[in-house]
């Protein structure tokens, strides 16, 4: 009886598991801190292998879909990335392979400001840059290459300005 009761907990456990990865790609992290609410660990390591060995829970595959999904849908700078994967447990390796390169980053940060500048027309000309400079480095991405799409955008240097 005891091993049967074991069997149905484990088959809860994967039926769990695959009900929350119907919903929406998870990480390895973030499915085993859902499954441990409700399961021992033992049964939650066990459904995490299973699923990896199927390849139903992959953390590269999960890193390369989020940066994608955020360069479409609310660009990023590789420094929040980066942060936001590592909270999610992908392992610095994954991390480092899915990473915009340069020339996308200073791309994305482009596109965005180009947007951002189109709402502040009223503003003077300083107060433009400096305002889509923060909304730049809020978002993640470094100062030299918000500046650079500054200097790109409204062709003048915010350094000389501010000092």
């Given amino acids: 009886m005891q091993k049967r009761v074991s069997e149905t907990k484990a088959e ?5 598991a695959l009900r929350l990865l119907a919903a929406r790609d998870r990480s390895t992290q973030e499915l085993r801190i859902r499954l441990e609410r409700r399961f021992a660990p033992a049964e939650v390591e066990k459904t995490i292998k299973y699923l990896q060995e199927i390849g139903y829970l992959d953390d590269l595959r999960f890193a390369r879909i989020y940066v994608d999904y955020r360069n479409r849908n609310r660009p990023t700078g590789n420094y929040l990335l980066r942060m936001e994967l590592s909270s999610k447990g992908i392992p610095d390796s994954h991390i480092e392979e899915v990473l915009n390169s340069p020339e996308e980053e200073y791309e994305l940060a482009l596109n965005l400001a180009a947007q951002r500048l189109g709402r ?12 889509v400079y923060r909304f ?3 978002r993640g991405f470094p100062g030299a290459v918000a500046r650079k799409v500054i200097r790109e955008l409204l062709d003048r240097d915010p350094e000389k300005e501010y000092n």
């Fill in 12 to 16: 809860d456990a994967k039926a769990a």
């Fill in 120 to 131: 502040l027309e009223r503003a003077d000309a300083l107060e433009r840059c400096a305002k």
């Fill in 136 to 138: 730049l480095q809020r």
